[in-house]
């Protein structure tokens, strides 16, 4: 079933890092490596998913998100689509408007689906974008700033037509190497001011165009592989990051952020984390300013 929207939470965010107050979900339960799509994947494939430990797993960092007084929404699971735990890639909230992606991959197209006839059911508008091959996974944003990565799930017809649609916001297209998949594998606003990357994923153009907007903390290779940059942010400085990338995470703690440590080892074995699991709804709005 469907969970209730509260009604005193309508859409709206502004950045990656103002206090989470709602957000959409979805369990793991038919999770499966079908179409090996990344590197994490690939790794991964003969091994497969363990989905009692998956659903073990996302059980806790549900917990752990209503434990900070998160309202959690959950889509229904459906089992022709293997890879629906990741609710970040099928749209983005962007102030007060929810906008539903066109999934470019075969094997999730139809997971949009779901989401719109939430909203439909829930009475929430929205805006489709059909014909645009863009994903959640690739926008990133920050006040009137919007980062897009340009991948083989988003392109640059789509980019146009958002920078076209938001005239007051600075659309900013950040390539980088196509086997990360989406830009959250790579890059992650965590403040007004800092941001997670993995400076091997792009060339040096973009390298100092992120370095020009924030104060950049470098994730390994071997972390990137574990997804450290896919962190999630919930307000307050705390940050939902595994156990085992500890480089990261002691890296967030030496500037003051509480790390609320969490592990979904088995979910990233199909290639997203915290980040890609979690399509937040409302943010609370905050004073930060850049």
Not at 35 to 63: C, M, S, Y
Request: hydrophobic content about 35%; glycine content about 4%; aromatic content about 10%.
């Amino acid at each position: 079933m469907f969970s209730m929207l509260k009604k005193k939470n309508q859409p709206f965010c502004r950045s990656e890092y103002d206090p989470l107050e709602q957000v959409i979900l979805c369990k793991p339960q038919y999770m499966e490596i079908k179409d090996v799509i990344n590197d994490t994947q690939k790794h991964f494939k003969n091994e497969g998913i363990h989905i009692e430990l998956a659903l073990k797993q996302h059980k806790q960092f549900v917990h752990a998100l209503k434990s900070q007084g998160i309202d959690v929404i959950f889509l229904p699971a459906l089992e022709n689509y293997p890879e629906q735990v990741f609710t970040r890639d099928i749209g983005f909230t962007l102030g007060q408007t929810i906008y539903v992606a066109e999934m470019a991959s075969k094997i999730r197209q139809g997971e949009e689906n779901v989401l719109k006839k939430w909203l439909e059911d829930e009475e929430i508008s929205y805006y489709n974008l059909i014909g645009d091959r863009i994903e959640g996974g690739d926008v990133i944003i920050d006040r009137n700033k919007i980062f897009i990565g340009l991948s083989n799930r988003t392109n640059q017809d789509a980019i146009e037509h958002m920078r076209s649609l938001l005239p007051a916001y600075e659309v900013i297209t950040i390539p980088f190497t196509e086997k990360y998949l989406h830009l959250d594998c790579v890059f992650n606003i965590i403040s007004p001011h800092e941001a997670i990357y993995f400076p091997k994923a792009f060339t040096k153009k973009e390298r100092n165009i992120l370095k020009y907007h924030y104060d950049l903390i470098e994730v390994s290779e071997e972390e990137q592989f574990t997804l450290g940059t896919n962190v999630l942010s919930i307000g307050h400085k705390k940050i939902f990051s595994l156990p085992s990338n500890k480089h990261v995470n002691e890296q967030l703690l030496s500037r003051g952020f509480e790390v609320i440590e969490i592990d979904i080892t088995e979910i990233i074995k199909s290639g997203g984390s915290f980040r890609c699991c979690t399509l937040p709804i409302a943010r609370a709005e905050s004073k930060h300013e850049k």
